[in-house]
């Protein structure tokens, strides 16, 4: 209040600060009186149930019973919603999924989009993944140092990080049209032909992985650079003295005292990556043809886009994908837990 307050003569400022004041008092009080009967029949303890208990309605309809009536899904057909309504089927729907004379063939797979969607689901997460760690740590060790204006560079690399995914594909998805997309215009400006970047699979790929790793790269240079500055300044004091360089100072001190950051880093980029949607549907949609086809893109298509819809095999898909993911994360923090012992 003292900013608001400093304008005013000295012989009216409390009574401005009581009249202020007073709403909140009220609204305390009030809230005084509604809580206090229920804390007497509940009793102290028990009044933390009472305040987390909207989170957890909230966490049951919204998140708890969606993934119970995915499961359910699985394992019924029929295109109703209504659980009545849909045929138990055990495990068809997975074994129509799993069915393949040769997986590293998608030809031969019963259902080909999905195996389409797992080969590129992995290829975009190899490189995705991979490009952003090395990106954000290069990052995260650039903002480290003592640089001009480094804390206007922080918030430059982590403003992407704050936009809708669906904006940062509209934007991206505008610099790479094919008619007037900019950065097509600065080519033609430079004598070079335009170029499909959207409608050529090899471009549409590229520019994919780009864009994730534009919009995504600030979130986990944050995380990196959290965990180089707890790193003991003293270390590298100590190592600098013993003649040890810049190369051998990253390679025996920064990064083994950054791997537990670093695991988190590759866990959360991992799922991310395995589930990447959004950006993706408003920038290629999928295509051009199945080059940008991924998993969660297969099982929107079978749900909301074919026709008739196919909830069951939608349902089975995201199980498979949920086990992927919760065995590969377990092996990951397995693996780092253990090179952390040794």
């Known amino acids: 209040m003292s ?21 909140f008092e009220l609204l305390m009080t009030g809230l005084d009186i509604a809580i206090a009967p229920l804390q007497w029949v509940l009793g102290v303890r028990r009044m933390a149930y009472f305040f987390i208990a909207p989170n957890l309605i909230i966490f049951g309809i919204f998140i708890l019973l969606p993934m119970v ?8 057909s029929g295109q109703s919603i209504l659980l009545e309504n849909r045929e138990f089927v055990g495990t068809d729907n997975l074994e129509t999924i799993l069915t393949c004379e040769d997986y590293g063939n998608p030809n031969t797979c019963k259902e080909d989009l999905f195996w ?11 490189l995705q993944v991979s490009t952003m760690v090395v990106l954000a740590l290069i990052t995260a060790l650039a903002l480290n140092r003592k640089i001009v204006l480094r804390g ?10 704050l936009l809708s995914p669906v904006v ?13 997309g900019l950065l097509n215009a600065l080519l033609e400006n ?3 032909d335009r170029i499909q970047f959207l409608a050529d ?8 992985i780009v864009v994730s790793d534009w919009a995504q790269m600030g979130f986990y240079t944050l995380i990196l650079l959290a965990g180089l500055q707890a790193i003991p300044a003293s270390l590298y004091e100590a190592a600098e003295i013993d003649g ?6 990253f390679r025996f001190i920064t990064l083994p005292l950054l791997m537990p950051t670093m695991t988190v880093v590759l866990v959360l980029a991992f799922i991310r990556a395995v589930q990447v949607f959004d950006q993706v549907f408003v920038l290629t949609g999928g295509g051009p043809g199945t080059a940008t086809l991924y998993i969660v893109q297969y099982i929107y298509r079978e749900a909301f886009v074919n026709s008739p819809p196919s909830f069951g095999m939608a349902a089975a898909a995201s199980l498979i994908l949920a086990s992927v993911l919760m065995v590969m994360t377990l092996a990951q923090l397995f693996f780092a837990r253990r090179s952390e012992a040794t």
Do not use: C, E, M
Request: hydrophobic share 50%; glycine share 4%.
């Open 69 to 76: 009536l995915n499961f359910y899904y699985g394992f019924t």
């Open 3 to 23: 900013l608001f307050t400093r304008w005013i003569p000295r012989r009216y400022r409390l009574a401005f600060s009581h009249i202020v004041n007073k709403p």
């Open 152 to 161: 206007f560079f922080r918030s430059v690399f982590f403003y992407p990080v």
């Open 168 to 180: 940062v594909a509209l934007i991206w998805k505008w610099f790479l049209r094919y008619d007037n």
């Open 201 to 208: 699979p090899q471009w549409a790929r590229f520019w994919v």
């Open 116 to 126: 389409r969607g797992v080969r590129n689901t992995g290829a975009y997460v190899a």
């Open 244 to 249: 040890a360089n810049t190369f051998r100072r």
């Open 190 to 192: 430079f004598g070079q």
